[in-house]
């Protein structure tokens, strides 16, 4: 499909998308903004093989999706600059306590395998479909949904299980409640 | 954040997606917030120009269209 016009604009309107989704894969803002670049001029290139009607966002994605596990192969990620880094891409910023919050969300985040984590991202953030995110990451949808699901019990122990743990969170609870005998 | 703790306890680890449905949507809820921050932050202008300037490349190696003169002459 030729570039027009319109293609042009719904191309300029998935950026922002598309920058979600690789600050949320790579953890690192430059990077991403790297990611996306790359993404839009490769696309911008290859773009008669778009096909029309089809889902371009989908299309952009698994793009973009590609260039980062090709680029993730080459160099590992620079873990040690990710939270500094994406924190400057916050607009707003977020009182302690949701930053806080957020900096061991976004440390979760990085902890799960890079299937799970882009399967998650593009299923709980991006709001594609099952069978989209399959599309995207070239796997079945079955796979994409026990992703998924791993990912979110992952977090869940991560986030509100293994930090307690030190406290010995059973004793705790039992001392709390050990009243009620 | 205890409720949400002692009741992440209670999700049986192995039951497929038998997540406790509250941590589910308080994860649902952080992993948005994250990536809408972004979204929010629109087309900085180094997208939009690339976007606008770009012509559609002058030899794709891609496309193997040989003597397809489709072209309405625009240049």
Not at chain 1, 25 to 44: F, K, P
Not at chain 1, 62 to 88: C, P
Not at chain 1, 142 to 165: F, M, P, Q
Not at chain 2, 21 to 38: F, N, T
Request: proline residues 5%; aromatic residues 6%.
């Amino acid at each position: 499909m030729p570039l027009t016009d319109s293609l042009r604009d719904d191309i300029l309107a998935a950026v922002p998308s598309l920058r979600a989704f690789a600050i949320s894969l790579s953890g690192n803002a430059d990077r991403a903004d790297d990611l996306v670049q790359e993404t839009l001029l490769r696309a911008l290139a290859n773009i008669d093989s778009f096909q029309p009607g089809s889902n371009l966002p989908a299309w952009l994605f698994t793009i973009l999706r590609n260039l980062f596990r090709s680029d993730y192969r080459k160099r590992r990620r620079e873990v040690e600059d990710a939270e500094g880094n994406y924190a400057k891409t916050l607009k707003t910023q977020p009182s302690q306590g949701a930053h806080l919050e957020f900096e061991e969300f976004r440390t979760a985040l990085d902890k799960l395998p890079q299937d799970q984590r882009e399967a998650l991202i593009l299923v709980g953030a991006s709001g594609f479909s099952y069978e989209d995110a399959a599309a995207i990451c070239g796997c079945a949808v079955g796979t994409i949904k026990s992703r998924v699901n791993r990912a979110r019990s992952k977090l869940a122990a991560l986030l509100y299980v293994d930090g307690a743990e030190d406290f010995g969170p059973d004793e705790t609870v039992r001392a709390v409640i050990g009243g009620n005998g | 954040m205890k409720d949400v703790k002692s009741q992440a306890r209670n999700a049986a680890p192995g039951k497929q997606g038998g997540l406790n449905p509250e941590i589910q949507s308080r994860i649902g809820h952080q992993l948005r917030a994250m990536y809408d921050d972004v979204v929010r932050q629109g087309v900085p202008e180094r997208f939009a120009d690339l976007i606008r300037k770009l012509d559609v490349p002058p030899a794709s190696p891609q496309v193997g269209n040989t003597g397809g003169n489709n072209n309405d002459g625009r240049d």
